[in-house]
Nanobody
Framework: QVQLVESGGGVVQAGGSLRLSCVASGSTFSNTVVGWFRQSPGKERAFVAA????????NYADSVKGRFTISRVNAKTTVYLQMSSLKPEDTAVYYC???????????????????WGQGTQVTVSS
């Protein structure tokens, strides 16, 4: 089992930055693919970024490439999402998610992630 807790959300002006954290517990987390997704009111939960167990492989949605960076540190138990040049359209609840052990693809499909955090709100004002 993997338990995920996100933090770091808040209100920021357009052009600003925020860093989200996802702290995990559970013995198998260090071997899993971890992703970030986001959901705005009335919209589907959408893929943002993912990283492999070693943090060396990454995958980003086109909408955030060049602005967001996913990283994995602290013996692989913490995953960050550094968000820069934020836009009002980045406003959403951001969720951390983990794939099952043994699944190595940096999937952008929410159905392929078994474990989810409770989410953290990010609001970007114009």
């Amino acid at each position: 089992q993997v338990q995920l807790v996100e933090s770091g959300g808040g209100v920021v002006q357009a052009g600003g930055s925020l860093r989200l954290s996802c702290v995990a517990s559970g013995s198998t987390f260090s071997n899993t693919v971890v992703g970030w997704f986001r959901q705005s009111p009335g919209k589907e939960r959408a893929f943002v970024a993912a990283t492999g167990w070693d943090g060396d492989r990454t995958n980003y949605a086109d909408s955030v490439k060049g602005r967001f960076t996913i990283s994995r540190v602290n013996a692989k138990t913490t995953v960050y999402l550094q968000m820069s040049s934020l836009k009002p359209e980045d406003t959403a609840v951001y969720y951390c998610a983990a794939r099952p052990v043994g699944k190595f693809t940096l999937s952008n499909l929410r159905s392929e992630y078994d474990y989810w955090g409770q989410g953290t709100q990010v609001t970007v004002s114009s």
